[in-house]
């Protein structure tokens, strides 16, 4: 069981880059292509809030579990 994201997804449908997110979020560039790309191993609340207020979305909109790994 693995905690995955979908941020590249939320990106896409609002048609924003890594850029974009981060001048938006306040948050690194490094913390956004590390979601981006699945290669962070955790991640803040506050990195959490801020992703879901840019996209006005819920929790488990951003963040699933991956039952399969």
């Known amino acids: 069981m693995v ?4 941020l590249r997804v939320l990106m896409a449908k609002h048609k924003m880059n890594i850029k974009d ?6 948050l ?3 913390t956004i292509s590390k979601l981006y ?6 991640i803040a609340f ?5 992703l879901c207020t840019l996209f006005n ?5 951003l963040l ?4 399969e790994k």
């Open 28 to 30: 690194s560039r490094t």
């Open 46 to 50: 506050e990195t959490i809030y801020k």
């Open 64 to 67: 699933y579990i991956d039952d």
């Open 21 to 26: 997110v981060a001048e938006k979020t306040g």
């Open 57 to 61: 979305c819920d929790v488990d909109d």
């Open 37 to 42: 790309n699945e290669q962070s191993t955790t």
């Open 3 to 6: 905690v995955k994201n979908n």
